[in-house]
Nanobody, 122 residues
Framework: VQLVESGGGLVQPGGSLTLSCAAS????????MTWVRQAPGKELERVAI????????QYSESAKGRFTISRDNAKNMLYLAMNTLKTDDTAIYYC????????????????RGQGTQVTVSS
């Protein structure tokens, strides 16, 4: 399994970024995928989840209404479009596979990439 994130960077509050994740080494279209993030000194946070066919999604309260997760199974790509970014969104963002991803608790990451840094600052 290989997951390679890209698209992070420095953006001002209120700005936008779209993260991408290239997946390989497994049958991407069979897997629920998630974007998770980790800020310094904080726990891993599940930001968004998408089912294998892309028609069902779920977002954290902090991401709801601002972030959109999507996928292109033909290209083995996962995306996270982030709008109206806030300083609290500053973190390393990872795309990942996992277990119990739809559950409110008890979920865990199984595979994740190296991450891409998102910094929201003026």
């Amino acid at each position: 399994v290989q997951l390679v994130e890209s698209g992070g960077g420095l953006v001002q509050p209120g700005g936008s970024l779209t993260l991408s994740c290239a997946a390989s080494g497994f049958t991407f279209s069979d897997y629920t995928m998630t974007w998770v993030r980790q800020a310094p000194g904080k726990e891993l946070e599940r930001v968004a989840i998408i089912n294998p066919d892309g028609y069902t999604t779920q977002y954290s309260e902090s991401a709801k209404g601002r972030f959109t997760i999507s996928r292109d199974n033909a290209k083995n790509m996962l995306y996270l479009a982030m709008n109206t970014l806030k300083t609290d969104d500053t973190a390393i963002y990872y795309c990942a596979t996992g277990a119990n991803l739809w559950a409110p608790s008890g979920w865990r990451v199984i595979n994740r990439g190296q991450g891409t840094q998102v910094t929201v600052s003026s």
